[in-house]
Each structure stands twice: as structure tokens, then as C-alpha cells.
């Protein structure tokens, strides 16, 4: 899919940075995330920036994560616990869609960021304790990692690279 999001540039090198009010924020809760609706009218829904989740989470900024850029612009990660309870207010354009989702959005390098942080989010999610000792674990201050603190044990997002290949045999 990375390469149906060109002319547009992704860029996943890991950086320790906290976003500004303009970066885009995929707030994930339950295998949900939070987007607000285009402002054309057409239904569609886009990635909110920080500014616009300013009153639904206020502490959005600071429990950000740093995912990627594209662009050079920058995509943040805000994981909602399972139990935390966001309400939406009444008129607001916000929405919780699931993954599915992403395979109509538009454009195409947005729902390849959205499907990116999913994944991400995921792993996130299912690395949360060390697998080794069972200590909760934390963020790496030198790249894309898990670490437990108590053990040391590392995981790393996992990469599965998949191929497509057509065999022939003259017109077979």
C-alpha cells in the first residue's frame, strides 16, 4: 500500500517529539478510531489535528506518541484505555470508526496512516506487559521499541513483509 500513496512521502524514522495544535492525532480506543467529519459536507471523515480534540481530551498532547511523518507532517498516537469513557457531544462532528473503514477513506495516504498507526496500536497494545518477567512495559528513549525496565527485554514492532508472485509457463 505504501506505494499507492504517492507523490506523498513517508517517513518512519523514530524521533522524540511532542506535537504541536496542527499535527494529526489517530485517538484509538477498542479497535476505533476517532475522526471528525470532512468539513465538504460529502459524509467522509478525515484525521482530526490536536486543536480539534482539544475539549474531548484535553491532556491529548502530552499522552501523545510519535508514530511517523508524511510529508513531513507529523502523526501522533493517542491509545484510549479500554475503560475510559469519551463522550461525544451532541452536534459535534466526531465519529469512532473501525478498521474497515480505511478501506474507502480518501485520500489514500491518509487511510494508509490511519491503517499504519492501527497496526502500531496494536502492537502497542499487545506488548504492553513484558513477556519475560511481566513488568509493564515503557517507551524507548533511542528508537521504536518496548523495553522492560526490570529485565531489559526489548520488542520491536513486528514486520511482516508479504509478496506477490505470479509463476508462468509460457501462456499458463
Given at each position: 500500500?505504501?506505494?499507492?500513496?504517492?507523490?506523498?512521502?513517508?517517513?518512519?524514522?523514530?524521533?522524540?517529539?511532542?506535537?504541536?495544535?496542527?499535527?494529526?492525532?489517530?485517538?484509538?480506543?477498542?479497535?476505533?478510531?476517532?475522526?471528525?467529519?470532512?468539513?465538504?459536507?460529502?459524509?467522509?471523515?478525515?484525521?482530526?489535528?490536536?486543536?480539534?480534540?482539544?475539549?474531548?481530551?484535553?491532556?491529548?498532547?502530552?499522552?501523545?506518541?510519535?508514530?511517523?511523518?508524511?510529508?513531513?507532517q507529523p502523526y501522533f498516537l493517542v491509545e484510549v484505555e479500554d475503560d475510559e469513557d469519551i463522550v461525544l457531544p451532541d452536534g459535534e462532528r466526531f465519529s469512532w470508526k473501525v478498521t474497515a473503514y480505511f478501506r474507502t477513506m480518501t485520500p489514500s495516504f491518509q487511510a494508509f496512516a490511519a491503517i499504519t498507526a492501527t497496526q502500531l496500536w496494536r502492537w502497542?497494545?499487545?506488548?504492553?506487559?513484558?513477556?519475560?518477567?511481566?513488568?509493564?512495559?515503557?517507551?524507548?528513549?533511542?528508537?521504536?521499541?518496548?523495553?522492560?525496565?526490570?529485565?531489559?527485554?526489548?520488542?520491536?514492532?513486528?514486520?511482516?513483509?508479504?509478496?506477490?508472485?505470479?509463476?508462468?509457463?509460457?501462456?499458463?
Amino acid at each position: 500500500m505504501i506505494q499507492d500513496i504517492a507523490p506523498h512521502r513517508y517517513d518512519n524514522t523514530y524521533r522524540l517529539r511532542r506535537p504541536s495544535w496542527s499535527d494529526y492525532v489517530l485517538c484509538i480506543q477498542k479497535n476505533r478510531t476517532l475522526l471528525v467529519e470532512k468539513q465538504d459536507a460529502s459524509g467522509e471523515y478525515e484525521i482530526p489535528a490536536f486543536a480539534q480534540l482539544e475539549t474531548l481530551l484535553p491532556d491529548a498532547r502530552e499522552r501523545a506518541v510519535y508514530l511517523f511523518a508524511v510529508d513531513e507532517q507529523p502523526y501522533f498516537l493517542v491509545e484510549v484505555e479500554d475503560d475510559e469513557d469519551i463522550v461525544l457531544p451532541d452536534g459535534e462532528r466526531f465519529s469512532w470508526k473501525v478498521t474497515a473503514y480505511f478501506r474507502t477513506m480518501t485520500p489514500s495516504f491518509q487511510a494508509f496512516a490511519a491503517i499504519t498507526a492501527t497496526q502500531l496500536w496494536r502492537w502497542r497494545r499487545s506488548r504492553r506487559f513484558c513477556g519475560h518477567c511481566g513488568t509493564k512495559t515503557v517507551d524507548s528513549k533511542i528508537e521504536r521499541a518496548l523495553v522492560c525496565p526490570a529485565c531489559g527485554q526489548t520488542e520491536y514492532p513486528k514486520i511482516c513483509p508479504a509478496v506477490i508472485v505470479a509463476i508462468t509457463n509460457g501462456d499458463k
